[in-house]
């Protein structure tokens, strides 16, 4: 599936998952990115819409 065919909350989930990868293994850049996308999903659960910000708070608090 093409990521257009994907619903929301699909994407959500997706983009979540490469952040955990990218955030694993450091590359905080990639991780912030892809954490931003969760976010900004339609579609997104609270849950992970949340997880997600509680996410890019701990990365930028690693980069001060």
Do not use: Q
């Not at 996308?37 to 001060?64: F, G, H, M, Q, Y």
């Amino acid at each position: 599936k093409s990521k257009d065919s994907l619903k929301s909350y699909d994407r959500s989930i997706l983009w979540s998952s490469w952040a955990y990868i990218y955030f694993v293994e450091k590359n905080w850049e990639s991780a912030i990115y892809m954490y931003d996308k969760v976010i900004s999903e339609d579609e997104v659960t609270l849950p992970v819409r949340n997880e997600a910000i509680k996410a890019c708070n701990l990365i930028k608090k690693l980069l001060e």
